[in-house]
């Protein structure tokens, strides 16, 4: 089915390791987003991309990267996990500005012990 | 910079029943699109409604409806007739029209379904 793929979808990663939380669409979107979920507290934009080869940093950037080489990849890396970083990570997607709503992926789990 | 407040963290709704979730938001602009979205268990988020602040006609979807206040910068969702299958966290989101503009959302609110 068409949609945005995120892998894994649990994952435990040890303080100070890194790892890449992978995120695909097939809908040709040039707009895709990076959001982290914690409890209380909505979503928060951590960055975007509003087409291959730009990315930007969104509310809270730090202690992640991004890259944009593809249409259809977005990557988002953590470097030196912290506990700070146990969240639920959400990868969406838009077609273009408007109306449009996201598609969201199903989400990442991770924990940091 | 917009914010979206939702200001209750919780609701319960019988069965059948009407419930209201409420949502405002503050903006200086004129033009804007505004959106509800459930999370249910399974953590997939699902657009549930949109709606264009240029227009004045509530959106409607099925048993969800919105009343949007525009003056009063007030977006609230309506479910009719409640299901056990409404049981969700509800998230209100506000997107400006300009380029880049990305999905600021509400901290959500979390609806049981008493059956």
């Known amino acids: 089915n068409a949609g945005v793929t995120q892998t894994p979808k649990f994952r435990i990663l040890k303080i100070g390791q890194s790892m890449t939380l992978q995120c695909a669409q097939d809908m040709n979107h040039n707009y895709m987003y990076w959001y982290r979920q914690d409890p209380g507290m909505g979503l928060k934009l951590i960055y975007y991309?509003?087409?291959?080869?730009?990315?930007d940093k969104g509310e809270v950037p730090n202690g992640y990267n991004v890259s944009r080489s593809t249409t259809e990849d977005f990557p988002l890396r953590l470097e030196l996990a912290a506990p700070s970083q146990t969240s639920v990570y959400f990868c969406?997607?838009?077609?273009?500005?408007?109306?449009?709503?996201?598609?969201f992926g199903s989400g990442t789990r991770l924990t940091v012990v | 910079a917009q914010t979206v407040t939702q200001s209750q963290p919780e609701m319960s709704v019988q069965e059948a029943e009407t419930v209201t979730l409420s949502c405002t938001y503050d903006?200086?602009?004129?033009?804007?699109?505004l959106f509800w979205y459930k999370q249910p268990p399974s953590r997939q988020m699902i657009l549930v409604i949109r709606q264009e602040a240029y227009k004045q006609q509530n959106a409607t979807e099925n048993r969800f409806s919105v009343n949007f206040q525009k003056a009063a910068k007030s977006f609230s969702l309506k479910i009719s007739d409640s299901q056990l299958g409404d049981a969700a966290m509800y998230f209100c989101?506000?997107?400006?029209?300009?380029?880049?503009?990305?999905?600021?959302f509400g901290k959500g609110i979390t609806l049981s379904v008493r059956p």
């Open positions: 969406a997607s838009q077609r273009d500005r408007g109306l449009y709503g996201y598609t």
């Open positions: 903006t200086s602009e004129s033009d804007y699109y």
């Open positions: 991309s509003v087409g291959a080869g730009i990315t």
């Open positions: 989101a506000y997107r400006s029209p300009l380029a880049n503009s990305k999905l600021t």
